[in-house]
């Protein structure tokens, strides 16, 4: 909602126009070839309306039985959420199995921090502590997305929680959120952990730079720990964030996995559900 995302790949909302983002639905007509009558569809750039015109460049043919019909994962754990969440833990994790990693996943109970957990812990992971704001959150993954642990942030103090529930040390760290709580995880991280830079959500309303500047005791922790990320440094401390669609070449074999962890259960997905375009854009 800012005048400038910070994101050349992606525009602000325009006053007057409508919102849009990810969306699936059906063809009812058609003029593009690729694309016939009963199509199911995708794209990043859904216009929130319940019918549209739309470029058929723009939209991407999905095949049904990838979600066992279940079509909303085309925009979750089998869609661009869970490409990010793959893509980051394979590209920036660095898990090796045997090694009794431990990961820490901020915005744990998010879209896309929910499949990384599960993720890590199938790539062998041996601890998965998860960060989010409620017990609700925290119970659901721990007893259904099976996080060893969880951390609810607003209650105490969040680097004495860390010390406890990672005694070890954290080895990877997928971040969803920046901020303080990043800070303290960074904190406790071992000589040769890895940093997999996602989303700094507790800074998107600030007016700094995106992404924003880090402390100088984070960036003290990073150097002289070694510890690799998407981080560089120069005299503006300026970080490159993980994106997804600089991978466009894995997407397809991606998918395929995601479908298939899906499909047989190894990886669990939870859904907020609002029924009613009249109802979009409100709190749930």
Known sequence: MNDDTGADY??????????????????KASKNEALSVGSIVTSFNWRWQTFD???????????????????SYFLGAVGMPGLTALLGVREKGHVTPGTNQTMVVSGAAGACGSI??????????????????????????VTELGFTSAINYKKGDISSALKEHCPKGIDIYFD????????????????????????????????????????????????????TSNFSYNKSVHRERFVVLNYMEKHKEGLLQLSHWVKTGQIKVLETVVNGIENMGGES
């Open 176 to 227: 969803n959120v920046g901020g303080p709580i990043s800070d303290a995880v960074i904190s406790q991280m071992n000589t040769g952990g890895h940093v997999i830079l996602c989303g700094q959500i507790s800074q998107y309303n600030k007016d700094v730079p995106y992404p924003p500047p880090l402390s100088e005791d984070t960036q003290d922790s990073l150097r002289f720990k070694n510890i």
């Open 116 to 141: 990384a957990g599960q993720i890590g812990r199938l790539d062998g992971c041996e601890k998965v502590v998860g960060i989010c704001g409620s017990d609700q959150k925290c119970q659901a993954l």
């Open 10 to 27: 992606l525009l602000p909302w325009r006053l007057e126009e409508p919102v849009d983002g990810g969306g699936v639905g059906i063809v």
């Open 53 to 71: 015109v739309m470029n058929g460049s723009l939209l991407h043919k999905v095949n049904p039985e990838m979600v066992n019909g279940h079509l």
